[in-house]
T-cell receptor, first 113, second 109 residues
Framework: GALVYQYPRRTICKSGTSMRMECQAV??????VAWYRQSPQKTFELIAL?????????EQNFTQEKFPISHPNLSFSSMTVLNAYLEDRGLYLC?????????FGPGTRLLVL | GQQVQQSPTSLVLQEGENAELQCNFS?????MQWFYQRPGGSLISVFY???GTKQSGRLTSTTVIKERRSSLHISSSQITDSGTYLC???????????FGRGTRLQVYA
């Protein structure tokens, strides 16, 4: 079956430091990978969408300078939160798509101190 | 404005009662999904239902594209149904979902 792994599941970082999270698709090839963030008491916001053979598209309020994404192949993507501050805390979800179906990982929960 | 609106925001039911969750969207869509978010945060896809009615056990989803709405019906609710239910739509871009704010369901004994 199709599975999406995310690592780490939970992490704590000091304010001003950076944190890298990974997303791995298993059992299928992801033609696109979307990164979402759920801030406390809020719904999921799309950060960026990375599609094979296309440039990574960031949503308003999110930039490559703050959330650089690497998508080297059809099964792996990583995103870094640079200079993390309190407003960056939340659950970061990776959604990997294959044939109109999106599979989600369990998320990386980021706590910023 | 917000593209996906869910109602109610929260719902408290006694075990055995039925739940009706609504999702309204302000744009045409390619697909829509209902998700259940576990207390730990992870998402489980409940229905992929771009149109029509689908049923799985005690859950039924009905999407009426013309009216830009979808509903999730939970019959004979159980305590384990408690959690947050999110609807999400995909417009033109494959892999890009827009989420509603969710309905928090609490079922008590």
């Amino acid at each position: 079956g199709a599975l999406v792994y995310q690592y780490p599941r939970r992490t704590i970082c000091k304010s001003g430091t950076s944190m890298r999270m990974e997303c791995q698709a298993v059992g299928f090839q992801a033609t696109s990978v979307a990164w979402y963030r759920q801030s406390p008491q809020k719904t999921f916001e799309l950060i960026a969408l990375s599609t094979v053979n296309s440039a990574i598209k960031y949503e308003q309020n999110f930039t490559q300078e703050k959330f650089p994404i690497s998508h080297p192949n059809l099964s792996f993507s990583s995103m870094t939160v640079l200079n993390a501050y309190l407003e960056d805390r939340g659950l970061y979800l990776c959604g990997a798509s294959h044939q109109d179906t999106q599979y989600f990982g369990p998320g990386t929960r980021l706590l910023v101190l | 404005g917000q593209q996906v609106q869910q109602s109610p925001t929260s719902l408290v039911l006694q075990e055995g009662e039925n739940a009706e969750l609504q999702c309204n969207f302000s744009t045409s869509l390619n697909s829509m999904q209902w998700f259940y978010q576990r207390p730990g945060g992870s998402l489980i896809s409940v229905f992929y239902n771009p149109s029509g009615t689908k049923q799985s056990g005690r859950l039924t989803s009905t999407t009426v594209i013309k009216e830009r709405r979808s509903s999730l019906h939970i019959s004979s609710s159980q305590i384990t149904d408690s959690g947050t239910y999110l609807c999400a739509i995909s417009t033109q871009v494959v892999g890009q979902l827009t989420f509603g704010r969710g309905t928090r369901l609490q079922v008590y004994a």
